[in-house]
């Protein structure tokens, strides 16, 4: 299984960029070392140049030329390492310098290439080199001769030997030097991903929030995403406990009021199955709407028009059971047809929240009152207790906030309630009621 791992990315690159270097490199050599045999050729058309004279001076002695000037007579013919060869159209040799001669070349013409337009290097069979060079043809009696000046390759393979042997040391030194950087140049600019790397491992183990800003462009796209996947993946996991939360805290009334059915003796057997069931349905449907919200979120919720008096009175029965010692009344100020724009769960959670608080702090009295201004719905919720002090008016609203430490409780019911009235574009506060004690203001927008 192992075998199958895929190489890493910078060993990739790594070797993708040597193979590169390598390439270039040999290429590089290749071409000098094709310059270098075409400037040695060069320079050894312009010795040959120079060196005519002496051509044309073993010409003459051998009297193969005639009617040259004077100035030819001067010259050594000896004086020089060329040698000249004339070869006949059949690879025979015609005639040979006493240079040629001594280098025992009576068979060359046999092992010259037939057309030879540049000087060019040549092997013999006994593993002679020679540089030869094709210096004219003469036409005479219909047979075509060429003179063919040659001279010793031995100096020019002992310089191109040397130039490999360099070249190949440069060639080895350069690409240890370009590794070197290379591997310099990756571990720089292969940081930013193992930073990255440590900073995901870092949010793994919960020890940072999101990614670092300052990453390089290339990298901004994807360091972008993943803060944005995060910080996704945290508010759905914000919602999920929150859901779970609030649907602890919303299932307490309904086990309170399925605890003091259960102990009223007065119930007979089917009236007691029938509201227990009631509690069921009510725990299942807020189950239900507890998974939709951490699903979707409060704005997936679809809006509705809700009545509000089968919703008052449901929790009238219910709270009556829970504070059956206190006698409450609850007085409602609102039109019995009158509908809210409202998912019907969004007005249960609120409602229980609200009234639960209401019957747990009211001496004996309870106020609903609704007024309908053009633009919002106006819910008043009051009772006749302590109310709230000033300096927890705004606090009590947010998660895990209570004002009241004496009573247990998580500090959820408010937190709820405002972000169901904030997701339908709306507002909630807590004053004086008129009757002494908390009202809690909820406004909803018509529309």
Not at 5 to 23: E, K, N, Y
Not at 73 to 94: A, Q
Not at 148 to 160: F, I, M
Request: charged residues 25%; aromatic residues 6%.
């Amino acid at each position: 299984m192992k075998g199958l791992l895929q190489p890493r990315l910078r060993r990739r690159v790594l070797g993708t960029s040597v193979a590169i270097i390598v390439l270039i490199t040999s290429a590089l050599a290749g071409v000098i070392n094709q310059l270098y045999s075409q400037s040695y050729m060069a320079a050894y058309s312009s010795e040959l140049v120079a060196q005519m004279p002496m051509v044309v001076a073993q010409l003459n002695r051998a009297g193969l030329i005639k009617d040259v000037d004077k100035w030819i007579d001067s010259i050594d013919p000896s004086d020089t390492d060329y040698m000249s060869v004339v070869c006949d159209t059949r690879d025979h040799t015609i005639w040979l310098s006493d240079e040629a001669k001594e280098a025992n070349l009576g068979n060359i013409c046999q092992e010259l290439p037939d057309n030879i337009p540049v000087p060019t290097l040549i092997e013999t069979l006994d593993g002679e080199s020679y540089i030869a060079y094709n210096m004219s043809r003469d036409r005479e009696g219909g047979k075509t001769y060429q003179l063919v000046v040659l001279r010793t390759g031995d100096q020019y393979k002992s310089s191109l030997e040397k130039l490999h042997k360099r070249t190949t040391f440069y060639l080895g030194l350069f690409v240890l030097i370009a590794i070197a950087f290379l591997v310099a140049a990756f571990h720089w600019s292969f940081q930013p991903l193992r930073k990255l790397a440590t900073q995901l491992d870092q949010m793994t183990d919960a020890k940072r929030d999101k990614l670092d800003d300052d990453y390089p462009m290339e990298l901004q796209d994807v360091t972008l995403a993943l803060n944005r996947l995060i910080q996704i993946s945290n508010v759905q996991k914000g919602r999920y406990r929150h859901a779970m939360d609030d649907l602890a805290h919303s299932l307490k009334t309904r086990l309170a009021a399925a605890h003091a059915l259960l102990d009223d003796q007065n119930i007979c057997r089917p009236d007691l199955n029938q509201r227990i069931m009631e509690q069921i349905s009510q725990m299942d449907e807020l189950v239900q709407y507890q998974l939709k919200r951490a699903m979707m979120g409060q704005q997936g919720l679809q809006k509705d028009q809700t009545e509000l008096k089968p919703a008052v009175d449901s929790f009238r029965n219910l709270l009556s059971k829970v504070y059956s010692d206190k006698q409450v009344n609850l007085v409602c100020g609102f039109s019995p047809q009158l509908k809210l724009p409202l998912n019907r769960n969004d007005l249960m959670e609120l409602l229980g929240n609200l009234l639960e608080n209401a019957y747990r702090f009211c001496i004996s009295e309870v106020q609903i009152n609704v007024i309908c201004h053009p633009d919002a719905f106006e819910i008043r919720i009051e009772d006749d207790g302590p109310g709230v002090c000033e300096a927890m008016r705004e606090a009590i609203f947010q998660r895990g906030v209570r004002a009241d430490q004496l009573n247990p409780g998580q500090g959820i019911g408010l937190s709820v309630c405002h972000e169901i009235v904030e997701s339908y574009q709306g507002s909630i506060h807590v004053e004086t009621a008129g009757i002494e004690g908390a009202a809690f203001v909820i406004r909803i927008p018509t529309k």
